[in-house]
């Protein structure tokens, strides 16, 4: 047996099997996307591709009817019945959007209403067919915790097409954090500049965090909820006047003939005031309260601007859908059909009655 080593046996030299220091140290894991709390609602998946991308293409507020009506289905499994009053204030949307909407999902296909005189509606879900799958149709995985979802519901414009979207890719890549291509998502019917102003909306209410980077798609964050009230809940009452009230107690108090800069603030259910003292960092403090003020003023103007814009094309779609509306009436009666309790039903005689005899004699004829 000779005693030279071949070439193969150098794999057995552990300095030569050693990593080099720079890739020596800990993995960094993905942080998962955030999860409801035990006993929390939440929004059920996987939601098949064809559904999700089916509900975001519809008018006005059809996304966000169709997955109201989707948790609730999911959350209540056995027979239940709601009203679109109750639809429509949870999602602050008029009683008519809320109607429209839900027409829209039922004409798509993504749900199957049951009406009955004097009963609310019985809704259920139906899964589209899905086609062949590939790699950008996979579906939504769940579950999306109701008290992130709501909220997101509640903002104007593309917003909620654009959560879909964020929730997609979380769901792809088992990540809170991400890559999200603004031009890619013209199936949920997103162009690059509505998913711009959807994503800018959700970053605003502290949804989601948003790192842009010059020439390249922004990486995007999906917040936890965390210590956000269930929105689900009974509201206690209303003190939105006194924490505004008390964070807008800040300014400079003389005490003993010297000028002091404190503010207050709400923190745990009080009012605590958090002085500064003198000087150039009570100058400094000031000049960064009076910045963030006109930044939140700003971005109270653009979100009351967003909202008019929402609401005149609300009222344009409002338009179209009336006039769709008066045109198929008009079609169904000329055709011979008549609504009775909201439904349309062939006139016994087998048409209008503008053909009726005229020469019959009338009572009061002599």
Known sequence: MG??????????????????????GDLAGRRRPPRHRPGDPFIKGPIPHAWIASACRLPGVGLHVAMAFRFLCCRFRSANRWGLDAISKGLRVSPDSARRGLHGAELAGLLAVAREPGCRLAVSVRDLPEPEAGPDRRPLYGPI?????????????????????????????????????????ADLGLSRYSASRGLDALRRAGLVSVAPRPGRSPIVSILDPG????????????????????????GWKRINGREYYYKSEWVGGR????????????????????????????????LRAEREQADAEEREISAW????????????????????????????????????????????DP
Do not use: N
């Open 145 to 185: 915790p109701w008290s992130w979802w709501l909220p997101a519901s509640r903002l104007p414009g593309k917003s909620l097409q654009v959560a879909s979207a964020c929730w997609l890719l979380a769901g792809w890549e088992r990540s809170a954090e991400f890559e999200l291509a603004l031009d890619g998502w």
């Open 227 to 250: 210590s956000q009230p269930d929105p689900t809940t009974k509201p206690g009452p209303d003190r939105s006047g006194e924490i505004a009230e008390a964070q807008g107690k800040m």
């Open 271 to 302: 009012v605590r005031s958090a002085y500064f003292g003198t000087g150039e960092l009570a100058s400094l403090v000031a000049s960064l309260d009076a910045e963030a003020r006109e930044g939140r003023e700003a971005g109270r103007r653009e």
């Open 321 to 364: 859908f009336d006039g769709i509306q008066a045109v198929a009436d008009g079609a169904m009666r000329s055709a011979g059909f008549h609504k009775h309790k909201g439904q349309w039903r062939r006139r016994r005689d087998g048409g209008d009655r503008s053909d009726e005899r005229t020469d019959r004699p009338r009572i009061d």
């Open 3 to 24: 005693s030279d080593l071949s070439p193969e046996d150098g794999i057995w030299d552990l300095d030569r099997l050693r990593l080099s220091a720079e890739r020596v």
